[in-house]
């Protein structure tokens, strides 16, 4: 027989007891793998997007943190442009807006709309999955997500709607101009497939803010790849900028991690899953000392017998410290499928659609072990040291 | 012997010189005390007591007279208040391995066998193989199997200690006790749950491994039969030996004079 053996049967002598400690423990785990991976997900997709534009600043107007709230005359842009360090800017306009149906508002969530310029840098790692991307010169065009089309087809089940390339679709607030889905693409960035790409103009007029954009993306003409020091100098060029019409806007010109860190979006997110890990992890190390302690109270006789027949303190603490690693263990698989299963349940859902990509990256995984292990082992403490305090004599006394 | 006098004859915590008589045992009690916190009686009054290697001994006595107590002195479960356990001439208390020791030289039965009820018979025996001799998951079985061959009990290997009658269970802990071959078996009133017939079976076990392996024997027993068997009997009452039939006897000291 193994020592392991011996920590197993253990485990095994109340299976219903056992199970449902490592089923309660795989919910809170597996709600914080989901959580992880989400926020996860989300950063690394908005900075791969970033790294494979080849973006090396992000322009967005000083203190609006949210993102799209961010307003600022183009005057910064054709300013930035003229820089002779910087190869390329490409200006957004980024804003939510809604769908009508005969006047009727459709809930898709939370639908991203942006304006771009034929020569945006999104363009270049978007992939068309149908129909065409939009030109120079298109007005009144609109490209739609693969996510975004697939909800349409949804809801064209209940009702008409456009959905398909060559329908048109109504913008609440502009019902005399239908837009007409030219293509359907698909997005590294997962929530730009959630949602759809018009003309700048367009964007500008649906987003009312004429003249305006909400952020822009520089690429500096660098001497070598990796060289920081023209970065800096656009960088503190651009802060320096200020719109003569209106000198009160200041704008900050970030790198893509560094944005990425400071999009109060991602930021909330992040916050959220780890509180709720936080808590899923308090939760479980009291339902794990709860489990222990009962076991360790039941066993006192057995727990003295082993001391009597030589065993050390600290084979006893190993013996029960194993019991509860292979609970928080056998947790951390179970709650890596619930996580798994949990996430593709909710990117079924429409509302979250788009935004949540159903992938569990094993780096994600790993730290969700480490942390139940963590578990384990805090949870195990301090029943371990009450079996390591039973005295041998008072536990086979009761003869 | 002379062996092990000279080895330990200078360590500490041993009394050298021809005057100190726990050098010539294997085990011997020197004035041993002990009152529990909660207790009002003293469960043992200044008790001395020596076992030889290979000696078969019986401790009797009225119930509370502190048997159990004495047992678990003498098998370092419990320290004394007073007074000294010496192994081979060596002070026990004073060591501060003692399940180490305990799971090299000393065996333990019990009344009530305490098996462990998720385990099967062959498992149990390997319990106390974890600590003692470094074996082998393979070596440990084999071990097991070996002990409960010797106890008569192959047959019933890889049974749960609930499916085994109460006469074979005290036999599976008897194999237990031996797992790391220990030169001493403390038992405490180990027929007490047994039938006359699984009683005998249990002695006559004992007398043989008595003879056959040289095995030092301390059986606490209240019944006659089990203590006619043994080469010695030690009769106690109130913490106090007040009877032996070895050859030496070793008389309790006057408590005034200890202190
Ligand atoms: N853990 C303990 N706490 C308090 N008192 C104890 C404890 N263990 C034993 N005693 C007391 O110490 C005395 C000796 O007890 P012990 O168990 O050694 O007697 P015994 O001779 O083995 O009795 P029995 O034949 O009934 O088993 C008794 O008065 C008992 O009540
Ligand atoms: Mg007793």
Same mark, same amino acid.
């Given at each position: %027989? ?91 306009? #980024? ?14 969530? $939370? ?36 996510? /975004? ?32 889905? #030219? ?10 497939? !959630? *949602? ?41 060029? $651009? ?82 410290? !194993? ?20 996430? =593709? ?29 963590? +578990?384990?082992? #805090? ?21 | ?73 003498? *098998? ?28 090299? =030289?000393?065996?333990? +039965? ?18 106390? %193989? ?22 008569? %009990? ?7 200690? %609930? ?53 030092? /024997? ?15 009997? $030690? ?5 106090? #030996? ?18």
């Amino acid at each position: %027989m193994y020592f392991v053996s011996f920590i197993l049967k253990n485990l095994a002598r109340r299976p219903i007891r056992t199970v449902l400690t490592v089923l309660g423990l795989a919910v809170a785990v597996g709600s914080m793998i989901a959580l992880l991976a989400v926020s996860y997900n989300v950063e690394r997709s908005v900075e791969a997007a970033f790294d494979s534009r080849r973006v090396d600043l992000v322009v967005m107007q000083k203190g609006k943190p949210m993102g799209w709230d961010s307003e600022f005359s183009e005057y910064f842009v054709r300013e930035t442009a003229k820089m002779p360090e910087v190869e390329r800017v490409s200006e957004g306009i #980024v804003g939510n807006a809604n769908i009508e149906r005969d006047g009727v508002l459709v809930d898709l969530g $939370i639908l991203l709309v942006q304006g771009w310029k034929p020569d945006n840098f999104g363009y270049e790692d978007l992939e068309i999955l149908e129909g065409r991307r939009l030109q120079a010169g298109d007005r009144r065009k609109v490209m739609i997500g693969r996510t /975004l089309a697939n909800n349409l087809k949804e809801l064209a089940k209940i009702g008409p709607i456009g959905h398909r390339v060559g329908d048109t679709l109504t913008f609440v607030g502009d019902p005399k101009n239908p837009y007409e889905i #030219v293509g359907i693409f698909k997005s590294p960035v997962i929530f730009e497939d !959630g *949602g759809a790409i018009v003309p700048f103009e367009d964007g500008q007029a649906l987003h009312s803010k004429r003249g305006k954009v909400t952020g822009f993306s520089v690429r500096v003409r660098k001497s070598a790849p990796d060289s920081h020091a023209e970065v800096e100098t656009v960088k503190r060029k $651009i802060e320096a900028l200020r719109d003569p019409d209106d000198p009160y806007v200041v704008v900050v010109a970030d790198t893509p991690d560094k944005y990425v860190q400071s999009v109060s979006q991602l930021e909330l997110i992040r916050a959220v899953s780890w509180l709720v890990s936080a808590i899923a992890l308090a939760v479980s190390v009291i339902s794990l000392l709860n489990t222990m302690t009962m076991s360790v109270l039941e066993r006192t006789q057995e727990i003295g017998i082993l001391r009597a027949v030589g065993w050390p303190r600290g084979r006893v603490v190993r013996m029960i410290l !194993g019991e509860a690693a292979c609970l928080a263990a056998a947790a951390a698989l179970v709650g890596t499928v619930i996580a798994f299963i949990g996430m =593709q349940t909710l990117t079924q859902m429409p509302k979250v659609n788009g935004f949540i990509e159903p992938d569990l990256s094993p780096w994600v995984v790993a730290r969700g072990f480490a942390l139940t292990v963590l +578990v384990g082992v #805090v949870g195990g403490a301090y029943p371990a040291y009450r079996a390591a305090r039973l005295l041998p004599t008072e536990a086979i006394r009761h003869d | 012997m002379t062996d092990n006098r000279s080895r330990n004859g200078h360590r500490n915590g041993v009394a050298p010189g021809w005057h100190s008589p726990h050098n010539h045992y294997l085990l011997f009690a020197d004035r041993v005390y002990k009152t529990y916190p909660d207790g009002a009686v003293r469960a043992l009054n200044g008790v001395s007591l020596g076992v030889h290697a290979g000696e078969y001994v019986a401790i009797t006595g009225p119930s509370g007279c502190g048997k159990s107590t004495l047992l678990n002195m003498l *098998g370092v479960l419990d320290r004394p208040d007073a007074g000294e356990i010496y192994f081979r001439g060596e002070a026990l208390t004073t060591r501060c391995d003692l399940d180490h020791f305990r799971a090299r =030289q000393i065996g333990f +039965v019990f009344q009530s066998f305490f098996l462990i009820p998720t385990l099967t018979a062959r498992e149990n025996v390997q319990v106390p %193989m974890f600590e003692g001799p470094r074996r082998t998951a393979r070596q440990r079985a084999q071990k097991a199997d070996e002990l409960l061959a010797l106890v008569g %009990m192959s047959q019933r290997a890889h049974h749960r200690p %609930m499916k085994l009658s109460v006469g074979e269970r005290q036999r599976v802990a008897i194999a237990r006790a031996l797992a790391n071959d220990p030169v001493l078996l403390l038992a405490d009133e180990p027929t007490g749950n047994l039938d006359s017939e699984n009683a005998d079976k249990v002695l006559d076990l004992f007398t043989k491994l008595q003879k056959d392996r040289h095995l030092a /024997l301390i059986v606490v027993t209240h019944s006659d039969e089990v203590a006619e068997r043994a080469d010695r009997v $030690i009769k106690m009452r109130d913490g106090r #030996v007040v009877a032996d039939s070895g050859a030496e006897i070793i008389p309790t000291p006057d408590p005034a004079a200890t202190s």
